[in-house]
């Protein structure tokens, strides 16, 4: 399957805190399950910024939770690099993981102005493993929907000769 993650900013957020002469604030996501055998592609953060502010965006990835606790945070470039407002293509060491969880942090320098996170998406290619529960509905996008666990593979058993197309959600 492949995988196009839109992520709502809606997780734990921090603190406003003083740091030098810029007022940082910062989200963790929850963890995102992506799958074992991921291949990422780009990520699109979409912000609106003036004023000197700015918005950034680190990933870690690992195969559990807690070692995902204890992975490093890497921007395009890995450790102390950022991904920022636009597409960037993802650096690949965080292919092959099944969770992947990114840190947002947003910078300006007066509480007077501040920058706008509209989104964040990335998307990915999980090859040959099950990243858990999709809904699927054939030759119509409105559905209905029909909900399946563990899918690595799909049987067209019932389908009439000639094109379908098959729309897929997790």
Same mark, same amino acid.
């Given at each position: 399957?492949?995988g196009?993650?839109i992520?709502?900013?809606?997780?734990s957020?921090?603190?406003?805190t003083?740091?030098? *002469?810029? @007022?940082?604030?910062f989200?963790?996501?929850? &963890?995102?399950v992506? $799958?074992?055998?991921s291949k990422f %592609?780009k990520? =699109?953060?979409?912000?609106?910024?003036?004023?000197?502010t700015?918005v950034?965006?680190?990933?870690?990835?690992?195969?559990?939770? *807690?070692? @995902?606790?204890?992975?490093?945070w890497m921007? &395009?470039t890995?450790? $102390?690099?950022?991904y920022?407002? %636009?597409a960037? =293509?993802?650096?690949n060491?965080?292919d092959n993981?099944?969770?992947?969880?990114?840190n947002?942090?947003?910078?300006?320098?007066? *509480?007077?102005?501040?920058?706008y996170?509209h989104?964040i998406a990335?998307?990915?290619?999980?090859l040959g493993s099950?990243?858990?529960?999709?809904?699927?509905?054939?030759?119509s996008?409105s559905?209905?929907?029909y909900?399946?666990?563990?899918?690595?593979?799909?049987?067209?058993m019932g389908?009439?000769q000639?094109p379908?197309?098959?729309y897929?959600?997790?």
């Amino acid at each position: 399957p492949h995988g196009y993650h839109i992520i709502p900013p809606t997780y734990s957020v921090g603190a406003e805190t003083p740091s030098g *002469s810029y @007022l940082n604030g910062f989200l963790i996501s929850a &963890p995102i399950v992506v $799958g074992n055998e991921s291949k990422f %592609g780009k990520i =699109w953060i979409d912000a609106t910024l003036g004023g000197g502010t700015t918005v950034s965006v680190q990933l870690r990835s690992a195969n559990t939770l *807690s070692d @995902l606790l204890n992975a490093s945070w890497m921007g &395009p470039t890995g450790p $102390g690099s950022y991904y920022t407002p %636009g597409a960037t =293509w993802i650096n690949n060491v965080h292919d092959n993981y099944y969770y992947v969880q990114y840190n947002l942090t947003l910078n300006s320098p007066s *509480s007077s102005i501040t920058p706008y996170l509209h989104s964040i998406a990335f998307n990915f290619t999980s090859l040959g493993s099950n990243i858990g529960t999709y809904q699927y509905a054939v030759d119509s996008s409105s559905g209905p929907f029909y909900s399946v666990g563990n899918v690595t593979s799909f049987s067209t058993m019932g389908l009439g000769q000639g094109p379908h197309t098959i729309y897929v959600r997790a």
